[in-house]
C-alpha cells in the first residue's frame, strides 16, 4: 500500500442502515405492513402497536436520531481527515429505503461500500435481516445494471465506547434517584425480547444475543462498583414482546421484573436500555410509558439511562471500527479492540450465522456463502 492511501480505502462510502420508521400517521399503517410482512404477527398486536405510534403524533424518533448518529459520524469522519469517504442513510421499513440511497450512492460513483447497522448485538433481526436487506438491495441493483460490493462493520457491543457510553449513562441516573434509595438501586438492563429459537440461533454457535447482552451487562456493572464503590443487583430482562402467546419469547418481561423486585424491597431501580442505541418507540412507550407506569404504580422510584445515542466516545468506537475494517481489507493487520470475554466479532458473518429460521434460503450478503450478483445489461438490448 503506498503511502498515500486513505485510511478508508478501499471503501468509496459508508452507508448507516437502521430500522425505518413512520414520519406521520399515514406512514403508520403502511410501515407496520413493511416490518410485518411474512413474519406472522398476530393482528391484535398489529393494532396495539399501532396505537403506540398514533400516541407520538403518528411519528417514531428513530429517524431525527439517525440524522443526529449521521451528523456526528461526519464531524468525527472529518476530524480524522476522512472529509471524502462519503455518508449515506438507508433502512429496512422506511424511506429512505436502503435500495434507493445504494443507487444513488452508485450514481455518485461507489463501487464498494461498508455497511454500519443501528444493531449492536448478533440475532436474526439485528444482523442477518439486515444483511438480507443488503442482498436484495444488491440483487435489485444488479438487475439495473450497477455493480456494486458490501461489507458490514463487526458487532459493537463490546466497543470501548458504547461501555463508556452505556456506565455513564447508569451512572447519571443513578445520580437521578434520591440519596437515601440510591445504593440500593436495581439495575434492569433491558432489552428487546425475541423469539427463544431466534435467540438459540444467534451468531455463529448460537446463543450470541444473550451472552452478549450478558457481558456489556455485566462490564458495566464492574465499572459502576468500580466509580460508586456499591455492587449494584442486577438483571437483564426483555422488553416488547410480540408474536403469538403459544410461541416463547425471551423472558423476563421488564414490567414483571421490576415488580419482583419491588416485591423482594428493592428501593429503587435503573432500566438501562442497553439493547438499543438510541431512544426509539421501544424506550419511549414500552420503557418510558409502561414500564414508567408499573412502577409507579408499585410506589417504586425509577430513573430510565439514556441510550448511547450520540455519546462522543460511542461514535469515536464506531468510526474505530470503519477504519479497522478498511484497514484489513486493504491487507493491514489492524489491532482488533474489543472489552471483555466474548473479543473481537467475525468481519465476515459465516454460514449459518444468525440463522433465519422462516426461509432458510433467503440470500444475506457479508457472509462466508454470499457472491456479489453478476449485472445484467437492463433490457437486455443494444
Ligand atoms: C432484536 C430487535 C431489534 C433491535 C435490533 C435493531 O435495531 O434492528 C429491533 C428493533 C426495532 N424494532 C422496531 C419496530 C418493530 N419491531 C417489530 C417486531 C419485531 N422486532 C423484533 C426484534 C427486534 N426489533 C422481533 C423479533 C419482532 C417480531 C417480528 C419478527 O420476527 O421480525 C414490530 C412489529 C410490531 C411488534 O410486534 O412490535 C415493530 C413496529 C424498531 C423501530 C422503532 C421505532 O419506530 O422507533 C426498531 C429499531
Ligand atoms: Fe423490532
Redesign the pocket.
Known amino acids: 500500500m503506498s503511502a498515500e492511501t486513505s485510511p478508508s480505502a478501499p471503501y468509496d462510502a459508508l452507508v448507516l442502515l ?5 414520519e406521520g400517521p399515514d406512514d403508520v399503517v403502511p ?2 405492513e413493511n ?2 410482512r411474512g ?3 398476530p393482528r391484535e ?2 393494532v396495539e ?1 399501532g396505537e403506540h ?1 398514533f400516541a407520538f403524533g403518528g411519528r ?3 429517524n431525527d436520531q439517525n440524522k443526529e448518529l449521521l451528523a456526528a459520524l461526519r464531524a468525527e469522519l472529518d476530524a480524522r481527515g476522512l472529509d471524502g469517504l462519503p455518508l449515506v442513510w438507508g433502512n ?2 422506511w424511506d429512505p429505503y436502503l435500495t434507493d440511497t445504494l443507487r444513488e450512492a452508485h450514481e455518485a460513483g461507489a463501487r464498494r461500500v461498508l455497511v454500519l ?5 448478533a ?4 444482523c442477518r ?2 444483511r438480507e436487506d443488503v442482498a436484495a438491495s444488491l440483487i435489485a441493483l444488479a438487475g439495473e445494471g450497477r455493480a456494486l460490493r458490501a461489507d458490514k462493520v463487526r458487532h459493537y457491543f463490546n466497543a470501548p465506547g458504547f461501555l463508556d457510553a452505556n456506565t455513564d449513562a447508569v451512572l447519571a441516573a443513578l445520580d437521578e434517584l434520591d440519596d437515601d434509595v440510591r445504593a440500593g438501586a436495581h439495575l434492569v438492563f433491558t ?5 427463544t429459537g ?1 435467540a438459540e440461533a444467534a451468531g455463529p454457535g448460537g446463543g450470541a ?1 444473550v451472552a452478549q447482552h450478558e457481558a456489556v451487562r455485566a462490564e458495566v456493572v464492574r465499572r459502576v462498583a468500580e466509580r460508586t464503590g456499591v455492587e449494584h443487583p442486577s438483571a437483564l430482562v426483555y422488553c ?4 403469538p402467546p403459544s410461541q416463547p ?1 425471551l423472558e423476563p418481561d421488564v414490567n414483571d421484573h421490576l415488580e419482583a423486585v419491588s416485591a423482594e424491597g428493592a428501593p429503587s431501580a435503573v432500566v438501562a436500555p442497553i ?3 438510541s431512544d ?5 412507550y414500552d420503557l418510558d410509558t409502561e414500564a414508567a407506569e408499573t412502577a409507579e404504580g408499585l410506589g417504586l422510584p425509577v430513573a430510565r439511562a439514556a441510550t448511547a445515542g450520540v455519546h462522543a466516545a460511542f461514535v469515536r468506537s464506531l468510526v474505530d471500527l470503519v477504519v479497522e475494517r478498511a484497514a484489513a481489507e486493504h491487507g493491514e493487520a489492524p489491532q482488533r479492540v474489543a472489552v471483555g470475554p466474548l473479543g473481537p466479532s467475525h468481519d465476515v458473518c459465516p454460514v449459518g450465522c444468525c440463522r433465519n429460521l422462516r426461509t432458510p434460503d433467503k440470500p444475506a450478503a457479508c457472509g462466508a456463502d454470499w457472491t456479489d450478483p453478476a449485472v445484467t445489461a437492463p433490457g437486455g438490448g443494444a
Open positions: 437502521s430500522f425505518g420508521g413512520p410501515f407496520l416490518v410485518t413474519r406472522g404477527i398486536r398489529l402497536v405510534y417514531s424518533p428513530i429496512r421499513n447497522t443501528t444493531s449492536a448485538y440475532s436474526y433481526s439485528g435481516q439486515y432489552t428487546h425480547s425475541i423469539p431466534m444475543y416488547s414482546r410480540s408474536g419469547w439493547g438499543f442505541i426509539h418507540m421501544e424506550v419511549k
